[in-house]
């Protein structure tokens, strides 16, 4: 691993906003490549906060500042994901679901899909069912993205769902999912239309589902 990737990664762990920034920056000048930056560090580095969190040496408090860290770093990826002038996609509404907070795997798949020349409505965190409904009527959207990290909320998808069949849209739009605690399974289980594990395959799911 190049030193200035340990560099990123240590300095999401520690939260510290200025060094991760510094530090993207310089990998980005070494000509690192972003991917390798993104995930050998800073998606890297998320998940070493989640062990230390479920291991009882971080709290909240840290877990915050780690992302606040991993949120300045990817601002600055974000120009390197994202593509100029293509003809749209098709367009996608996305959103955690209601009473979930975590939006950094989110916001790292609406990049990617922006990358891919998909138009976002970024409906952010915490998305009530209504809101998602009211947001697919309102922008006629191809594709919904749900995303869900805590168990809890994950069955707010499936309730998504349901507000979507009974408003009458669910014909008319495709739904993804995705987040930590998902599978493939539990996907097909609750009716939705495709499943992925990470923002590349959300990419390439998105694809497949406008065809
Ligand atoms: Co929370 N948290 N957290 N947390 N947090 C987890 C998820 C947890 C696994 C930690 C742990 O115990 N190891 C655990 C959940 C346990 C469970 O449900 N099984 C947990 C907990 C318990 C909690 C609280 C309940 C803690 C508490 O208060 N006691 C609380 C809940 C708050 C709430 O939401 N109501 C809480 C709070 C928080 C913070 C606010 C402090 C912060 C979030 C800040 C933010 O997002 N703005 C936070 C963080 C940072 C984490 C961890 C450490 C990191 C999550 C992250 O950003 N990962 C997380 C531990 C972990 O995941 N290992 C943890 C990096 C990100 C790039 O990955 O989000 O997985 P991820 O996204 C990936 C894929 O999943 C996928 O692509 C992304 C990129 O490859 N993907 C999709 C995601 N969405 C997709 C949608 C798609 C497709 C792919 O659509 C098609």
Redo the contacts with the bound molecule.
């Keep these: 691993m190049e030193p200035v990737i340990k560099e990123i990664f240590d300095s999401i762990l520690e939260g510290s906003q200025k060094v991760t920034v510094v530090k993207v920056q310089a990998a980005l000048d070494a000509g690192i490549n972003p991917a390798v930056i993104l995930?050998d560090g800073?998606?890297a580095a998320?998940?070493?906060?989640?062990?230390?969190?479920?291991e009882g040496e971080?709290?909240?408090?840290?877990?915050?500042i780690?992302?606040?860290a991993?949120?300045n770093g990817l601002a600055l990826l974000k120009p390197f994901l994202a593509s100029a002038n293509v003809k749209s996609q098709g367009k996608v509404v996305?959103g955690?679901v209601k009473?979930?907070?975590?939006?950094?795997?989110?916001?790292?798949?609406c990049m990617?899909l922006e990358g891919a020349a998909f138009e976002i409505v970024d409906l952010g965190?915490?998305v009530t069912p209504e809101k998602f409904v009211e947001a697919v009527r309102s922008t006629g959207a191809d594709v919904i993205?749900?995303?869900?990290?805590?168990?809890?909320?994950?069955p707010n998808m499936k309730t998504t769902i349901e507000a979507l069949k009974t408003s009458g849209l669910r014909d008319k739009v495709k739904v993804?999912?995705?987040?930590?605690?998902?599978t493939d399974q539990y996907a097909r289980e609750i009716g939705a239309d495709?499943?992925?594990?990470?923002?590349?395959?959300?990419v390439a799911?998105?694809k497949s589902l406008m065809i």
């Excluded at 998320?46 to 479920?54: D, N, P, S, T, Y």
């Excluded at 971080?58 to 915050?64: A, D, G, H, I």
């Excluded at 749900?146 to 909320?153: H, I, K, R, V, W």
Aim: net charge negative; with cysteine.
């Design positions: 995930n800073m998606v998320m998940a070493e906060v989640g062990r230390l969190f479920e971080y709290f909240v408090p840290e877990m915050l780690a992302a606040r991993m949120q996305a955690t009473g979930d907070l975590h939006d950094i795997g989110k916001n790292l798949v990617m965190s915490d993205c749900m995303s869900a990290l805590l168990t809890t909320t994950m993804m999912v995705g987040g930590a605690p998902l495709g499943y992925a594990a990470d923002a590349s395959r959300a799911l998105a």
